[in-house]
Protein backbone atom coordinates (compact mmCIF):
# COMPACT_ATOMS: atom_id res chain seq x y z
CA UNK A 1 0.00 0.00 0.00
CA UNK A 2 1.31 3.56 -0.87
CA UNK A 3 2.30 6.05 1.58
CA UNK A 4 -0.34 8.13 0.27
CA UNK A 5 -3.00 5.42 0.77
CA UNK A 6 -1.90 5.07 4.11
CA UNK A 7 -1.90 8.84 5.40
CA UNK A 8 -4.59 9.48 7.85
CA UNK A 9 -3.34 13.42 9.08
CA UNK A 10 -5.39 14.83 6.47
CA UNK A 11 -7.43 18.09 8.03
CA UNK A 12 -11.00 16.72 8.85
CA UNK A 13 -13.76 18.70 6.73
CA UNK A 14 -15.35 21.41 9.00
CA UNK A 15 -18.94 20.90 9.40
CA UNK A 16 -19.79 24.46 9.75
CA UNK A 17 -17.47 27.46 8.58
CA UNK A 18 -17.56 31.18 10.28
CA UNK A 19 -16.00 34.40 9.62
CA UNK A 20 -15.08 36.18 13.32
CA UNK A 21 -14.43 40.35 13.20
CA UNK A 22 -11.36 41.10 14.98
CA UNK A 23 -11.25 44.46 17.19
CA UNK A 24 -9.92 45.92 14.13
CA UNK A 25 -12.07 44.55 11.39
CA UNK A 26 -9.56 41.69 10.59
CA UNK A 27 -11.16 38.64 9.83
CA UNK A 28 -10.54 35.12 10.85
CA UNK A 29 -11.18 32.15 9.57
CA UNK A 30 -13.01 29.50 11.64
CA UNK A 31 -14.26 26.12 11.70
CA UNK A 32 -16.62 24.13 13.88
CA UNK A 33 -16.85 20.60 13.84
CA UNK A 34 -19.67 18.33 15.63
CA UNK A 35 -22.94 18.55 16.93
CA UNK A 36 -23.97 22.14 17.71
CA UNK A 37 -25.76 21.04 20.92
CA UNK A 38 -22.33 18.82 21.75
CA UNK A 39 -19.87 20.77 25.12
CA UNK A 40 -17.61 23.20 23.04
CA UNK A 41 -14.04 23.15 22.81
CA UNK A 42 -12.10 25.86 21.60
CA UNK A 43 -8.33 25.20 20.49
CA UNK A 44 -5.90 27.95 19.31
CA UNK A 45 -2.83 26.64 17.60
CA UNK A 46 0.54 28.16 17.47
CA UNK A 47 3.15 30.04 15.38
CA UNK A 48 3.75 29.03 12.07
CA UNK A 49 0.95 26.02 12.43
CA UNK A 50 -2.78 26.53 11.56
CA UNK A 51 -6.39 24.99 12.36
CA UNK A 52 -4.71 21.82 10.23
CA UNK A 53 -2.20 21.19 13.30
CA UNK A 54 -5.45 20.24 15.23
CA UNK A 55 -6.43 17.27 12.91
CA UNK A 56 -5.98 14.27 15.51
CA UNK A 57 -7.94 16.31 18.26
CA UNK A 58 -10.82 17.41 15.73
CA UNK A 59 -11.08 13.47 14.83
CA UNK A 60 -11.27 12.20 18.50
CA UNK A 61 -13.32 15.36 19.97
CA UNK A 62 -15.80 15.97 17.48
CA UNK A 63 -17.43 12.73 18.09
CA UNK A 64 -19.25 14.05 21.25
CA UNK A 65 -17.73 17.58 21.31
CA UNK A 66 -18.73 20.59 19.33
CA UNK A 67 -14.74 21.69 17.90
CA UNK A 68 -13.68 25.33 17.23
CA UNK A 69 -10.85 26.10 15.64
CA UNK A 70 -9.53 28.75 14.17
CA UNK A 71 -6.44 30.17 12.24
CA UNK A 72 -4.39 32.86 13.93
CA UNK A 73 -3.80 36.20 11.88
CA UNK A 74 -1.46 35.81 8.86
CA UNK A 75 -1.38 32.02 9.48
CA UNK A 76 -4.12 29.14 7.12
CA UNK A 77 -6.82 30.92 5.90
CA UNK A 78 -6.40 33.79 7.61
CA UNK A 79 -5.40 37.40 6.16
CA UNK A 80 -1.91 39.06 8.03
CA UNK A 81 -2.85 42.06 9.68
CA UNK A 82 -1.54 44.02 12.98
CA UNK A 83 0.99 41.44 15.02
CA UNK A 84 1.16 41.68 18.95
CA UNK A 85 -0.17 40.24 21.76
CA UNK A 86 -3.23 42.55 22.09
CA UNK A 87 -4.34 41.06 18.50
CA UNK A 88 -4.09 37.65 19.99
CA UNK A 89 -6.69 38.99 22.95
CA UNK A 90 -8.93 40.59 20.35
CA UNK A 91 -8.60 37.81 17.84
CA UNK A 92 -9.64 34.88 20.34
CA UNK A 93 -12.67 37.28 21.79
CA UNK A 94 -13.89 37.61 18.13
CA UNK A 95 -14.03 34.15 17.94
CA UNK A 96 -15.28 33.03 20.96
CA UNK A 97 -18.20 35.54 20.38
CA UNK A 98 -18.84 34.40 17.16
CA UNK A 99 -19.10 30.53 17.58
CA UNK A 100 -20.67 30.30 21.45
CA UNK A 101 -23.82 31.47 22.55
CA UNK A 102 -23.72 34.59 24.88
CA UNK A 103 -22.85 32.76 28.56
CA UNK A 104 -21.94 29.58 27.14
CA UNK A 105 -19.22 28.04 28.27
CA UNK A 106 -16.09 25.87 26.65
CA UNK A 107 -12.63 24.43 27.03
CA UNK A 108 -10.40 26.20 25.72
CA UNK A 109 -6.96 24.87 24.91
CA UNK A 110 -3.98 26.42 23.24
CA UNK A 111 -0.61 25.18 21.85
CA UNK A 112 2.57 27.31 22.12
CA UNK A 113 1.41 31.05 20.69
CA UNK A 114 -2.46 29.59 21.40
CA UNK A 115 -0.93 29.03 25.05
CA UNK A 116 -0.18 32.49 24.87
CA UNK A 117 -3.39 33.93 23.37
CA UNK A 118 -5.11 32.54 26.62
CA UNK A 119 -2.49 34.53 28.67
CA UNK A 120 -3.06 38.01 26.78
CA UNK A 121 -6.63 37.56 27.18
CA UNK A 122 -7.59 36.23 30.12
CA UNK A 123 -8.74 39.47 31.92
CA UNK A 124 -11.15 39.69 28.93
CA UNK A 125 -14.56 40.15 29.29
CA UNK A 126 -15.37 37.14 26.53
CA UNK A 127 -12.62 35.21 28.06
CA UNK A 128 -13.81 35.36 31.23
CA UNK A 129 -17.50 34.85 30.22
CA UNK A 130 -16.84 31.66 28.08
CA UNK A 131 -13.64 30.01 29.86
CA UNK A 132 -14.88 26.86 31.60
CA UNK A 133 -10.95 25.76 31.97
CA UNK A 134 -8.06 26.08 29.80
CA UNK A 135 -5.06 23.92 28.97
CA UNK A 136 -1.60 25.45 27.89
CA UNK A 137 0.61 23.01 25.65
CA UNK A 138 4.13 23.71 25.23
CA UNK A 139 4.13 26.91 25.80
CA UNK A 140 5.09 29.87 27.91
CA UNK A 141 4.81 33.39 29.13
CA UNK A 142 8.56 35.05 28.80
CA UNK A 143 12.03 34.59 28.49
CA UNK A 144 11.03 32.49 25.28
CA UNK A 145 14.27 33.28 23.72
CA UNK A 146 16.71 33.18 26.16
CA UNK A 147 15.57 30.38 27.65
CA UNK A 148 15.29 28.64 23.88
CA UNK A 149 17.51 25.45 23.51
CA UNK A 150 17.30 25.31 19.98
CA UNK A 151 21.03 26.35 19.43
CA UNK A 152 23.38 24.04 21.36
CA UNK A 153 25.37 26.65 23.27
CA UNK A 154 25.89 28.13 26.76
CA UNK A 155 23.04 30.01 27.95
CA UNK A 156 24.11 33.87 27.83
CA UNK A 157 23.93 37.14 25.61
CA UNK A 158 25.58 35.72 22.62
CA UNK A 159 23.32 32.39 22.65
CA UNK A 160 20.03 34.87 23.13
CA UNK A 161 21.28 37.02 20.22
CA UNK A 162 21.88 34.24 17.84
CA UNK A 163 18.63 32.20 18.78
CA UNK A 164 16.89 35.90 17.91
CA UNK A 165 18.22 35.80 14.22
CA UNK A 166 17.87 32.36 13.83
CA UNK A 167 14.29 32.05 14.99
CA UNK A 168 13.60 36.17 13.25
CA UNK A 169 15.39 35.00 9.95
CA UNK A 170 13.64 35.89 6.87
CA UNK A 171 15.10 33.14 4.27
CA UNK A 172 12.44 30.95 3.08
CA UNK A 173 11.81 27.67 4.25
CA UNK A 174 11.95 26.00 0.62
CA UNK A 175 10.24 22.61 0.25
CA UNK A 176 9.64 19.86 2.60
CA UNK A 177 12.63 17.61 2.10
CA UNK A 178 14.86 15.21 3.59
CA UNK A 179 17.03 18.26 4.91
CA UNK A 180 14.12 20.67 6.01
CA UNK A 181 12.33 17.51 7.87
CA UNK A 182 15.74 16.66 9.90
CA UNK A 183 16.02 20.46 10.52
CA UNK A 184 12.33 20.70 12.01
CA UNK A 185 12.32 17.41 13.69
CA UNK A 186 15.54 18.88 15.87
CA UNK A 187 14.13 22.46 16.92
CA UNK A 188 10.70 21.14 17.40
CA UNK A 189 10.35 17.36 17.97
CA UNK A 190 11.32 14.39 19.82
CA UNK A 191 13.88 12.48 18.39
CA UNK A 192 11.77 9.34 18.41
CA UNK A 193 9.09 11.06 16.27
CA UNK A 194 7.88 9.08 13.52
CA UNK A 195 8.49 9.75 9.85
CA UNK A 196 4.45 10.92 9.04
CA UNK A 197 3.78 12.88 12.47
CA UNK A 198 7.00 14.86 11.06
CA UNK A 199 6.00 14.95 7.60
CA UNK A 200 2.87 16.76 8.70
CA UNK A 201 4.44 19.28 10.84
CA UNK A 202 7.00 19.98 8.33
CA UNK A 203 3.89 20.32 5.72
CA UNK A 204 1.74 22.29 8.33
CA UNK A 205 5.06 24.82 9.17
CA UNK A 206 6.47 25.33 5.39
CA UNK A 207 2.81 26.56 4.72
CA UNK A 208 3.26 29.52 7.15
CA UNK A 209 3.55 32.72 4.84
CA UNK A 210 7.18 33.71 5.83
CA UNK A 211 6.01 37.44 6.22
CA UNK A 212 3.84 35.96 9.10
CA UNK A 213 6.29 33.66 10.45
CA UNK A 214 8.95 36.70 10.48
CA UNK A 215 6.40 39.52 11.92
CA UNK A 216 5.04 37.23 14.69
CA UNK A 217 8.62 35.85 15.39
CA UNK A 218 9.45 39.27 16.81
CA UNK A 219 6.57 39.80 18.93
CA UNK A 220 7.14 36.14 20.62
CA UNK A 221 10.87 37.35 20.77
CA UNK A 222 10.14 40.03 23.73
CA UNK A 223 6.71 38.50 25.02
CA UNK A 224 5.88 39.05 28.48
CA UNK A 225 3.12 37.79 29.83
CA UNK A 226 3.49 37.10 32.99
CA UNK A 227 0.75 39.43 34.38
CA UNK A 228 -1.89 37.53 32.47
CA UNK A 229 -0.54 33.95 33.70
CA UNK A 230 -1.75 35.13 37.49
CA UNK A 231 -4.98 36.81 35.52
CA UNK A 232 -5.79 32.74 34.45
CA UNK A 233 -7.85 31.82 37.33
CA UNK A 234 -9.98 29.04 35.09
CA UNK A 235 -9.04 25.65 36.36
CA UNK A 236 -5.60 24.97 33.93
CA UNK A 237 -3.74 21.78 32.77
CA UNK A 238 -0.01 22.65 32.06
CA UNK A 239 1.30 19.81 29.45
CA UNK A 240 4.66 19.92 27.60
CA UNK A 241 7.23 17.44 26.49
CA UNK A 242 10.35 16.55 28.20
CA UNK A 243 12.59 17.48 25.52
CA UNK A 244 11.29 20.61 23.95
CA UNK A 245 14.43 22.98 22.68
CA UNK A 246 11.77 25.79 21.97
CA UNK A 247 9.79 26.06 25.09
CA UNK A 248 11.87 24.05 27.19
CA UNK A 249 10.21 22.22 30.63
CA UNK A 250 11.36 25.54 32.77
CA UNK A 251 8.34 27.10 31.21
CA UNK A 252 6.08 24.57 32.09
CA UNK A 253 6.92 24.25 35.56
CA UNK A 254 6.88 27.97 36.36
CA UNK A 255 3.74 28.33 34.57
CA UNK A 256 2.79 25.61 37.09
CA UNK A 257 3.80 27.62 40.29
CA UNK A 258 2.29 30.95 38.85
CA UNK A 259 -1.32 30.17 38.14
CA UNK A 260 -3.98 30.80 40.12
CA UNK A 261 -5.52 27.08 39.55
CA UNK A 262 -2.87 24.85 37.97
CA UNK A 263 -4.99 21.44 38.12
CA UNK A 264 -1.68 18.95 36.88
CA UNK A 265 1.27 19.57 35.13
CA UNK A 266 2.10 16.55 32.78
CA UNK A 267 5.11 15.77 31.63
CA UNK A 268 5.52 13.90 28.52
CA UNK A 269 8.34 11.93 28.37
CA UNK A 270 10.74 12.23 25.12
CA UNK A 271 8.36 14.60 23.69
CA UNK A 272 9.40 17.77 22.14
CA UNK A 273 7.55 21.22 21.24
CA UNK A 274 4.55 19.57 18.87
CA UNK A 275 3.23 17.70 21.56
CA UNK A 276 -0.46 17.36 19.76
CA UNK A 277 1.06 15.81 17.03
CA UNK A 278 3.62 14.01 19.12
CA UNK A 279 1.20 12.78 21.61
CA UNK A 280 -2.05 13.31 20.59
CA UNK A 281 -4.05 10.60 22.97
CA UNK A 282 -2.73 12.20 25.71
CA UNK A 283 -3.08 16.00 25.06
CA UNK A 284 -6.70 14.96 23.61
CA UNK A 285 -7.38 12.71 26.61
CA UNK A 286 -6.94 16.16 28.86
CA UNK A 287 -9.07 17.97 27.17
CA UNK A 288 -11.62 15.75 27.37
CA UNK A 289 -10.95 15.65 30.86
CA UNK A 290 -11.46 19.16 31.23
CA UNK A 291 -14.69 18.93 29.53
CA UNK A 292 -16.05 16.51 31.73
CA UNK A 293 -14.94 18.00 35.02
CA UNK A 294 -15.84 21.49 34.25
CA UNK A 295 -18.24 21.88 31.98
CA UNK A 296 -21.95 22.31 33.75
CA UNK A 297 -24.56 19.43 32.63
CA UNK A 298 -26.66 21.89 30.69
CA UNK A 299 -23.80 21.99 28.45
CA UNK A 300 -23.14 17.97 28.17
CA UNK A 301 -24.75 15.97 25.61
CA UNK A 302 -28.29 15.58 26.08
Not at 194 to 200: H, I, N, P, T
Request: a neutral charge; charged letters at 20%; glycine letters at 8%.
Amino acid sequence: MSRLLRRTDAPPVADRELTAVSADGSRLHVEVHGREDAPAVVLAHGWTCSTHFWAAQIRDLAADHRVVVYDQRGHGRTPAGAVGTDELADDLEAVLAAALAPGERAVLAGHSMGGMTMMAASRRPRFREHAAAALLCSTGSAGLVAESLVLPMRPGPLRTRLTRMVLGARAPLGPVNGLSRSILKYATMGPGSSRERVDACARIVHACPRTARVAWSHVLGELDLDEGVRALTVPTVVVAGTVDRLTPLVHAKRLALDLPHCVELVELAGMGHMTPVEAPEAVTGKIRELAGTYLTPKEEVA
